[in-house]
């Protein structure tokens, strides 16, 4: 009869053979038996811990690289390791300080850029700014790791130290339009009139997850209430309702009453998920907005855009637009942060863009709209100053 090594040893050799030819849930269970009956063995922990973490089983992933660096605790690959998995679970702390450890005897300059991500996502910027600069001494044409830098200089206000580093980005191959985005934000020279749609679609699937409790409690957001108030006063109802950029539902619950019939359009499919369930909408789109408008065949009586515009500076395609989509006698209703002075449109470092009344209220003449009320009032609160916002109600 076998003894449990002698077992666990052929239930090694299986899962191996199950790994190298992809059925991954077998060399799972393989791994898994053979740990049971030879407790605590370091090679098959590794490649139990292996196999889970391809399956994207991160929580057991973590546990199997715990149980080793409880015996290996010198052991780079198995601290990077265990960061990786800790970053998979969105744990930024854990995830930076296992990456750190690992990395500091065996370095590695895309796993630093890693690193610099966890340390920006808990606002710790000097900390992110040191790992993307290891980053950088081992990979100094790396443009990715430039542009990073740039936008870590930006968030702390370096407006000159970033400019240069999306210029080095720039030199090094990083994306052409994302990082001349970034430049125009900092130099404030440029006007692109719309954000490149890979960063607004990955900021928003990004932040799907927490986005109404940092947006309503954290930054005190108040302007799809402030916006919808006096359509909810008027009681007026309406038998179809568009609501660009919807996001999760905030602006469309609001108006749920005064509808027959609401529909959706956002560009971030993780926003999208969480708007379908409230069960508010008669239709989601998945598009850019200009680009949904401009092919869009359906007619409204309201058509909604709270805190949208902040992502577009020129509107001139999208009033055009939504003037055709709108019923005789229909309401366009939306907000715009506020300018007080500079072009139409201006791109801040923040990466948002300001209008000037002067400019909305010259589209709406052009665009045929009637201006029915336009008042300033905060939208959020950045600290403990309010973002100024112009809301605005067009017939």
Known sequence: METPSEQARQLFIQGIDHFESGRLVAARDAFA???????????LLANLAAVHFRLQEFAEARSCFEQLLASEAGNPDNWISLGLCEEALGHWQAAAEALERGLASRPDAALWLRCSNCRGRLGQLPAALAAVDKALQLAPTDGLAWSARGSLLREMQQFAAAAECF????????????NRYYLASVRGDGKPQAPPRQYVEALFDDYAADFQSHLVEGLRYRGHETL??????????????????????LCGALIR??????????????????ARTRGIYRQLAHDELAAFLNKCTGRYELILAADVFGYIGD???????????LQPGGRFAFTVEQATAGNDFNLLPNLRYTHTEAYIRRLAADSGFTLRTLSAAPLRYDQTQPVMALYVHLD
Request: charged share 15%; aromatic share 2%; hydrophobic share 45%.
């Open 33 to 43: 038996t053979a740990l049971a009956l030879v407790p605590g063995r370091p090679s």
């Open 167 to 178: 210029e080095k980005a720039l030199a090094h191959g990083a994306d052409t339009e994302l």
């Open 228 to 249: 919808v108030q006096p359509l909810l006063a008027a009681a007026t109802t309406y038998g179809s309702a568009l609501d660009l950029g919807c996001g999760t539902g």
């Open 257 to 274: 009453p005064l509808c027959t019939a609401i529909d959706g359009v956002d560009l971030s499919a993780a926003m999208l998920d969480q």
């Open 315 to 325: 509107l001139s395609g999208i009033f055009r637009s939504v003037r055709r989509l």
